[in-house]
C-alpha cells in the first residue's frame, strides 16, 4: 500500500517534467498552471487611489526645444470630451490606450453584472494625464455608486493599428507584483498572458477580423505619443497648472512632492495658454455685441417718446 502510494506520487512529478525537458516546449508547462486570481478590491480603496500628477515634462525638438513644464493636474477631474471612457468598444480607432477588465459587483444577483467588462481610455499623452488606470477603476466605481465590491482581472497598455490589436499587461500599480517572475511561475505568467488575451478578443474582436497579439514592451512612451503644445492647452483648459523652465534640473525640483523652493528661485513662470485667452476675448465680443444692440434699442425708444412730447 505504501510503496503504491510514492510510486503514484512520483509519477506525478517525474512524468511532466520529463516530458517539459525533452519536448523543450511551453504548452505543457501551461496546461499545468493557473492564471493569476482577480484582484479584490473595494469602492473606497479606489477612491483613496486618488491621484495627483506633479510631473516635470518636456517637448521633443519638433515642437518646442529646450522647455520644460511642471504640470499639476487633479485625477478628479474627468477629461471625458477627450478621453472618455469605452466600455467594451469592438470598433476602436488607430491608436495606445490603457484598459482594465473588471467586474462591477460580485454580490448583485444579476448575472450580466458579475460579467468582466473590459474599460478602456484613449491615451493623448506619454504622460499619462486623466488615463492612468487608477483613475479609470475611479470614474468607473463613482459612476455604479450601487457596486460596492469589485475584481479587477487584468489591466495594461493596447495599441491598435489597423486590424491588430497588441496589449501588454503594463500596469506597476495592479499587475508588477502579482507577474513578478520571483513570486510566481513562468506557466502561472504565460497562462495569465494567454487569459488576457482570449477576454479581449471575445470583447474587442466580435467580428472575428481583428489579429490579437501578446507583447511585453510597453507602447506608451515619450516617442510614440510625444507631448504637444495642443495637448498643454487641453490640460490648462481643464485645470492644470503649468509652469514653464528652462533647465530641466529646475524643472524636477519644482514639481517635487515637499518642495520649497519659489517659482522665482528656479527661474519659472506660470503659463496660460492662448487657447483660454482667445476662448475668453470670443466670449468677451459677445458681451460687447449684446450691449451695443441694446443700448441702440432702447435710445431708439427714448429718442422718440421725446420727438412726440414736443410735438403734443
Not at 54 to 66: L, R
Not at 200 to 216: A, Q, S, V, Y
Not at 246 to 252: F, G, L, S, V
Request: charged share 35%; net charge positive.
Amino acid at each position: 500500500m505504501d510503496i503504491g502510494k510514492k510510486t503514484k506520487r512520483v509519477a506525478k512529478i517525474v512524468k511532466p517534467r520529463t516530458t517539459l525537458k525533452r519536448k523543450r516546449s511551453s504548452e505543457y508547462d501551461i496546461q499545468l498552471e493557473k492564471p493569476i486570481s482577480p484582484t479584490e478590491i473595494t469602492r473606497e480603496k479606489i477612491a483613496g487611489q486618488w491621484v495627483t500628477h506633479k510631473q516635470c515634462a518636456y517637448m521633443s525638438n519638433e515642437y518646442m526645444s529646450n522647455d520644460y513644464y511642471a504640470i499639476f493636474f487633479n485625477s478628479g477631474v474627468n477629461l471625458s470630451s477627450t478621453m472618455p471612457i469605452l466600455d467594451q468598444d469592438d470598433n476602436l480607432e488607430d491608436g495606445i490606450y490603457t484598459w482594465v477588465i473588471l467586474s462591477l459587483n460580485d454580490d448583485d444577483d444579476d448575472v450580466e453584472n458579475k460579467k468582466p467588462r473590459m474599460y478602456l481610455k484613449k491615451t493623448l499623452s506619454s504622460y499619462e494625464f486623466g488615463t492612468k488606470h487608477q483613475e479609470i477603476l475611479y470614474h468607473i466605481t463613482c459612476k455604479h455608486m450601487q457596486c460596492e465590491k469589485y475584481k479587477l482581472y487584468y489591466a495594461g497598455e493596447l495599441l491598435k493599428t489597423g486590424n491588430t490589436i497588441k496589449f501588454n499587461l503594463e500596469s506597476g500599480t495592479y499587475m508588477k507584483d502579482k507577474l513578478n517572475p520571483k513570486k510566481i511561475t513562468m506557466g502561472t505568467i504565460k497562462m495569465s498572458k494567454i487569459t488576457a488575451g482570449e477576454m479581449i478578443n471575445e470583447r474587442l474582436n466580435k467580428t472575428g477580423e481583428l489579429t490579437i497579439e501578446e507583447e511585453n514592451d510597453t507602447f506608451i512612451t515619450h516617442e510614440s505619443i510625444p507631448l504637444t503644445e495642443n495637448d498643454l492647452k487641453i490640460y490648462n483648459f481643464f485645470g492644470a497648472k503649468i509652469y514653464k523652465f528652462n533647465d530641466e534640473a529646475k524643472c524636477k525640483i519644482f514639481a517635487q512632492r515637499g518642495n520649497k523652493k519659489s517659482l522665482s528661485e528656479l527661474n519659472g513662470e506660470r503659463v496660460q495658454l492662448s487657447s483660454l485667452n482667445s476662448g475668453g476675448k470670443r466670449k468677451g465680443t459677445k458681451r460687447k455685441g449684446t450691449k451695443r444692440k441694446g443700448t441702440k434699442r432702447k435710445g431708439t425708444k427714448r429718442k422718440g417718446t421725446k420727438r412726440k412730447q414736443k410735438r403734443v
